[in-house]
């Protein structure tokens, strides 16, 4: 892939993934090589590896869109998601350091001052919110020392993301219990305790299904 083609894929995956696209929306290509400065070629390249990862589909005669994730496929990529990301806090309280505990800690610290942040929007809340929940994540995944378990993981964490954005903000109480989930994991990894580690991520990952899925039923009816 040229420079050009891959400024074209990170620039448009950054932009489904913050909710600039809907889910379902149609991605122009004259529109898109404007907006990122690059060729047509260089954004079709960008597309079809955005195909490949599952966050556009491409329809024959009709164009490329915005994945849109049915209820059964959010189901089973939470499923995925418990066991892949439970094996990778096994294998962080094992191989982890404590910089990376250190660096968790202070995600989950931020998080607890936006939420003492009472001027904060509710939707404003849930974005801050979810870049510091996809940082976490991200650290975890680091800590675990596993380069293809942490890429076949994050594929599957941005792809429900896609059609929560815009539809679906929870309240307090749900990130409240999500960081206090964050603080449980952070412990079972300092305790280097990998069976305790698994455990609460995917009891993590599994409590956050049901607002994925209720995303679905929040979604626009001309989305569906």
């Known amino acids: 892939m040229t420079r050009a083609s891959s400024l074209a894929h990170n620039t448009i995956r950054e932009l489904i993934i913050r909710g600039s696209f809907q889910p379902g929306e149609r991605l122009l290509e004259e529109e898109l090589a404007q907006r990122v400065g690059v060729s047509r070629t260089s954004i079709r390249d960008a597309l079809r590896r955005l195909s490949a990862e599952g966050l556009v589909r491409t329809e024959s005669n009709r164009g490329t869109f915005v994945a849109q994730l049915s209820s059964s496929e959010v189901d089973e ?15 962080a309280a094992i191989h982890g350091q404590p910089d990376h505990w250190d660096a968790l800690a202070e995600v989950a610290t931020e998080i607890d001052r936006q939420l003492a942040q009472a001027e ?18 991200d650290i975890l ?11 076949l993981a994050r594929s599957l964490i941005e792809l429900p993301l896609v059609t929560m954005k815009q539809h679906t903000w929870p309240g307090e109480v749900h990130i409240r219990r999500s960081n206090q989930q964050h603080w449980d994991i952070i412990e079972s990894l300092r305790s280097r305790d990998p069976l305790l580690g698994r455990l ?11 607002l994925a899925m209720l995303s679905q039923t929040l979604m626009p009816i001309h989305m569906l």
């Not at 990529?77 to 294998?91: D, M, N, P």
């Not at 904060?120 to 994540?137: A, G, I, K, V, W």
Request: proline content about 4%; hydrophobic content about 35%.
């Open 77 to 91: 990529i939470f499923q995925l998601r418990a066991v892949l990301e439970g094996h990778a806090a096994s294998l």
């Open 120 to 137: 904060l929007s509710e939707e404003d809340r849930y974005t801050r919110f979810q870049t510091c929940n996809t940082r976490f994540h």
């Open 141 to 151: 995944l680091q800590a675990s020392g596993s380069p293809r378990l942490q890429s």
């Open 200 to 210: 609460k991520m995917q009891t993590h990952i599994i409590s956050a299904r049901p």
